[in-house]
């Protein structure tokens, strides 16, 4: 695929593709069971044991061995940012899309639907919705997925109303090019490069909005882990066992490291007019 | 004695190796006191940059000079070689020896603040003036430059002033640091025709009021004729010509000046319309427009309701017939392009009639915008771009059409592998070219070319010109084409149609229009159109603007009474 090698030429996407893909083989073999110790096995003997050679990351309160369980949280909340910033991103370009073509009353009103959601910090939203609808990975997903609906509607709304009056879409309208044509070909591929780059910082904000919902017991269930999950468990062996907190921790950064590393090399590829000179 | 200015050898580069991309190789040039140079040449000649090397402005666009020496006689008699000069000297040089007045007078104010507050805040940088002696400063400046009831125009935010009235404000806060040298890029290049008169006039003026000199940068030879002293022709970074403005222009020695001189479309007063083509009488009309209305709804307040509207166009009439070119000429807000945007049904008619013939195409009438670098959507590739048309009307993509778009882009003069190519990959002639085969591309029998040359090189927008021409016999097209430059609207129109405020108030064929224009804003406008040829007439300052549009609710205006001035010219009478 083209585009693939020309986000392995660029030098700030070979690394964020290569964070990415380390973590997705990582979670692929989780799923798969290919785990170096069962990750819900306790090794009564080997409680709160540091890294070692035998356990990579070292072993939990329960002698549960952390590298195995990351293996399977890093898959676990992975699911759970690509779905829902796969609802929060279809729901908001098709919001913000409709808004600015519309126009008048309907702007009006979408927006303002999505101005109350914006209101909401993040996680509060989430929380109530999961309140509303029982805790559980369907429902995170939902949750969060609604919490970011907002910023896409947003992201997509103020370039299209711009798009709207450039003059290839007046000519458009000169030729009797039907609505959905110039929705698709004139305003939303115009949007690719600020729709990849809101949704690899979604998937950032999602990854830890996940990891926060399951800390509070209310995304992933124990004994699944998630990172979130890893991350409460943690809490109370803090100091006596650093490196249940540090692993999911530095984890959850790299993560999101990657997918902005990634999320800036698609933007200067797509954009035709930075292809001749990538930064 | 010293010259004023004396560049040697300059060299400016831009990017990681500046010496790699060189975008000035080597100009010179030396400049007295009093004297006006004029630096002409195309878009990426380097004569922006030349410019702006000698206030070190490039440095803050990425540029560096790489060579050559820029000696200024500051005010108390120093001389500063500028390609030297460290930033501390260069503000104060900026602010007291140097001048400099941009393209578009919109975004060199700053829209917060009043006029009034910007030139006092020139007063007071440059001269330490405070209070009330910098307002009385900044009112005699705005008297200075023309500006009509100084003193409450000091109140006015730059979006309430005109395009002409804007750059006039920032020619007055030039002038606050009575600079010795004064830089005009393109100063008039966004304004109308009658408006740049007004300017050019102005600048002449204060120069002579104040003595200082005047470097003024333009595309447009026949611009500078009226105010150089010395001319300087660039092209792809170096001076091909440069020498006397009489010498240059009536016994120009490089090919490149020759070229330009003979690409700039001359005005002829009439003498130079076309021949061919001329009106069939009795020839059925392919679009017939009668007695157009547009109005739009001016609200006053967020919730209020209209509390007026703005006339666009008011009681417009006239009709095209196959194979002739109508032109509409008159200025920004005259109505014209509401007009053209009405005929395609863009904007929604308030009353009056528009007829289009349904004959060959299922889209007769076409458009082909002013910039070309809108009116593409920039990713998509140029199959798709012609292909949308043919979509739009119920084609489907297959050889046929692929036949079809070749054949066209062959016919406006592009390579076949055009096809896989992307827009910016295309300059702004051949964009425009793009633009023409894609509103021919469903055949049809009008095509309003929009202000389509008016943002192409000059010698770009004459193979264009000849081009529309060719097409125009070849398909058999009826030309509505909509222009403020009557120099290129002598070249390619039949008929003329003059629209001011809204309303015609002159038509006919091209030839009696342009040589015996009848109507008082006829005349103003072809009296405002430089040329070579007229660079010793002296212009007055004329402050006239245009009326506004914004009529009370229930307003209709006067019915137009027309007398007949010839054979096919029709004139408004004016009333007193």
């Known amino acids: 695929m083209g585009l693939l090698r020309a986000v392995l030429r660029h030098p700030s996407g070979r690394i964020g593709a290569a964070i990415i893909l380390l973590f997705l083989v990582v979670a692929a073999l989780g799923a798969i069971g290919l785990t170096p110790h069962d990750p819900l096995k306790q090794y009564v003997i080997d409680r709160l044991k540091p890294p070692s050679g035998t356990y990579w990351f070292g072993t939990d309160l329960l002698g549960r061995d952390t590298f195995s369980r990351l293996m399977l949280g890093i898959g676990e909340s992975f699911l759970v940012a690509f779905a829902s910033v796969a609802v929060a991103a279809t729901a908001g370009t098709v919001i913000g899309l409709f808004a600015a073509w519309w126009g008048h009353l309907w702007d009006g009103i979408l927006m303002r639907i999505m101005d109350v959601l914006l209101a909401f910090p993040a996680i509060l939203l989430a929380l109530l919705i999961v309140a509303i609808e029982g805790p559980g990975v369907a429902t995170s997903i939902t949750a969060i997925g609604i919490v970011y609906t907002p910023i896409f509607a947003r992201v997509v709304r103020a370039p299209a109303l711009a798009l709207k009056g450039r003059e290839f879409v007046e000519a458009a309208r000169t030729f009797g090019s039907s609505q959905p044509y110039i929705l698709s070909r004139h305003l939303l591929l115009n949007l690719v490069a600020p729709l990849t780059v809101q949704i690899t910082l979604a998937l950032a904000w999602a990854l830890l909005t996940e990891s926060g919902l399951s800390f509070l017991g209310l995304g992933t269930q124990p004994p699944a882990p998630s990172l979130g999950v890893m991350l409460a468990e943690s809490k109370s062996m803090m100091t006596r066992a650093p490196w249940l907190m540090v692993f999911p921790g530095l984890t959850i950064m790299l993560a999101i490291l990657g997918f902005n590393l990634f999320g800036d090399a698609l933007r200067d590829i797509l954009d035709p007019r930075t292809q001749e000179r990538p930064a | ?576």
């Not at chain 2, 400046?141 to 100084?150: F, G, H, N, T, Y």
């Not at chain 2, 440069?242 to 010498?247: E, F, I």
């Not at chain 2, 008619?349 to 920039?378: E, K």
Request: net charge positive; glycine share 8%; hydrophobic share 45%.
């Open chain 2, 1 to 576: 004695m010293t010259p004023l200015l004396s560049v040697k050898d300059l060299h400016v580069g831009f990017g990681r190796d500046p010496k790699a991309n060189e975008v000035v190789k080597g100009v010179s040039f030396d400049l007295a006191a009093g004297e006006t140079l004029a630096i002409v040449g195309e878009s990426g000649s380097g004569k922006s940059v030349t410019a702006l090397s000698i206030n070190r402005l490039v440095d803050f666009g990425g540029g560096r000079i790489t060579g050559g020496r820029i000696t200024l006689q500051r005010g108390d008699g120093s001389m500063l070689d500028v390609t030297k000069a460290d930033e501390s000297a260069l503000v104060r040089v900026r602010g007291s020896d140097i001048g400099m007045i941009f393209q578009e007078p919109m975004t060199s104010l700053n829209p917060v603040h009043t006029v009034g507050a910007q030139i006092e805040e020139a007063f007071k940088l440059n001269r330490g003036l405070t209070g009330s002696a910098a307002t009385r400063a900044a009112k005699e400046a705005l008297e200075r430059v023309r500006i009509p009831d100084s003193a409450q125009r000091l109140k006015y935010y730059p979006h309430q002033l005109s395009g002409g009235m804007r750059q006039r404000v920032m020619i007055a806060m030039v002038i606050a640091s009575n600079p010795r040298l004064l830089i005009a890029d393109e100063p008039t290049t966004a304004l109308d025709v009658t408006v740049q008169a007004q300017i050019m006039a102005l600048l002449a003026e204060l120069r002579g009021e104040l003595g200082m000199s005047m470097i003024f940068i333009t595309h447009d030879i026949g611009l500078v004729a009226g105010i150089a002293d010395q001319i300087m022709v660039m092209q792809n970074g170096v001076a091909v010509e440069q020498g006397a403005l009489d010498a240059v222009l009536d016994n120009p020695q490089h090919d490149y000046t020759r070229h330009l001189l003979k690409a700039v479309p001359h005005f002829n007063g009439g003498r130079a319309v076309r021949s061919d083509g001329s009106r069939v009488a009795g020839a059925a009309p392919v679009v017939r427009v009668d007695n157009l209305v547009v109005r739009f709804p001016a609200a006053k307040g967020l919730f209020a309701r209209a509390a007026g509207a703005v006339h666009a166009v008011d009681g417009v009439s006239f009709d095209l017939v196959p194979g002739e070119t109508l032109a509409i000429v008159g200025e920004s807000g005259s109505g014209k392009s509401t007009t053209a945007r009405a005929i395609l049904g863009l904007v929604g008619t308030t009353r009056g009639r528009i007829d289009r013939a349904s004959g060959r195409s299922p889209r007769p009438v076409q458009m082909v915008f002013q910039d070309p670098f809108a009116s593409l959507n920039p990713r998509l590739n140029v199959e798709s771009l012609l292909a949308e048309p043919a979509i739009a009307a119920g084609q489907r993509r297959d050889a046929k059409l692929r036949e079809r778009m070749a054949f066209l882009l062959a016919r406006v003069g592009l390579p076949d592998d055009a096809l896989t190519r992307f827009p910016h990959q295309f300059s702004g002639g051949q964009r425009q070219r793009l633009c023409i085969a894609r509103a021919l591309m469903l055949n049809p029998e009008v095509v309003v070319l929009d202000e389509a040359v008016s943002a192409l090189d000059v010698s770009v927008q004459a193979r264009v010109l000849d081009l529309l021409i060719d097409l125009q016999r070849e398909f058999g097209l009826a030309y509505l084409f909509i222009s403020h430059d009557m120099a290129v609207v002598e070249r390619i129109a039949h008929r003329i149609a003059v629209m001011y405020a809204g309303q015609l108030v002159e038509i006919g064929t091209a030839a009696s229009v342009l040589s015996d224009p009848q109507h008082s804003y006829t005349k103003r406008l072809i009296a405002a159109v430089p040329a070579i040829e007229r660079r010793k007439q002296v212009f007055t300052v004329d402050a006239t603007q245009v009326p506004s549009l914004v009529r009370p609710k229930g307003y209709e205006p006067q019915p137009s009474r027309w007398r007949e001035a010839g054979p096919d010219h029709r004139v408004r009478l004016e009333t007193v």
